[in-house]
């Protein structure tokens, strides 16, 4: 069974960083697609950034060149780098295995929290 | 960009009704759309993937149809454990991006 766990989540200032990490179980990150999805309070759900197991790696336009997707294998897990946060930042973040070649987002975790204060 | 919408935003329904959600992208997407359910305070969950196929362990009330642009989602029945936020996202397209659209919320 697929297990995501997600942890990292913390109130931080505009303009901070956070680091969040997923980690998993039942599956081996560095054979899986994995991406991260987050969700502002009340709000939708907004895909955030995707990793290959080439290593290729794509962002959202609200989060590219601020945000950074990577893999610890030894750890099995996904790591979330969050730099120059805005309170726009401020959402439930989901990690969630990516079928490879198709695309859809099988397995989620259950979120961890990251509240940017001003 | 591709741009999900969806209709209505809000559904009040009683049990044993049968419910269809509207899903429609703004340009062709073949049948390259995923559906995921989201109960209050839990994480989304997968319903169906290939705009048809249910996902592991969805119940047989659940079924998806469309193909181009035009995507729905049908609860032949409606359970009270359904209620909650129903999601569509297309997955067809490169560089990957994956656009969720606004959400139905099903209320019981």
């Known amino acids: 069974e697929v297990q995501l766990v997600e942890s990292g989540g913390a109130l931080v200032q505009a303009g901070g960083s956070l680091r969040l990490s997923c980690a998993a179980s039942g599956l081996t990150v560095s054979n899986t697609y994995m991406t991260w999805v987050r969700q502002a309070p009340g709000q939708g759900l907004e895909w955030v950034s995707v990793?290959?197991?080439?290593?290729?790696?794509h962002y959202a336009d609200s989060v590219e060149g601020r945000f950074t997707i990577s893999r610890d294998n030894s750890k099995n897990s996904l790591d979330l780098q969050m730099n120059s946060l805005r309170e726009e930042d401020t959402a439930m973040y989901y990690c969630?295995?990516?079928?490879?070649?198709?695309?859809?987002?099988?397995?989620w975790g259950r979120g961890t929290l990251v509240t940017v204060s001003s | 960009e591709i741009v999900m919408t969806q209709s209505p935003a809000t559904l009040s329904v009683s049990p044993g009704e049968r419910v269809t959600l509207s899903c429609r992208a703004s340009q062709s997407v073949s049948s390259d759309v995923a559906w995921y359910q989201q109960k209050p305070g839990q994480a989304p969950g997968l319903l169906i993937y290939g705009a048809s196929t249910r996902a592991t362990g969805v119940p047989a009330r659940f079924s998806g149809s469309g193909s181009g642009t035009e995507f729905s989602l049908t609860i032949s029945s409606l359970q009270s454990e359904d209620l909650g936020i129903y999601y569509c996202q297309q997955y067809n397209n490169w560089p990957p991006a994956f656009p969720f659209g606004p959400g139905t919320k099903v209320d019981i």
């Open positions: 969630a295995r990516v079928i490879r070649g198709n695309h859809w987002f099988d397995s």
């Open positions: 990793i290959y197991t080439n290593d290729y790696t």
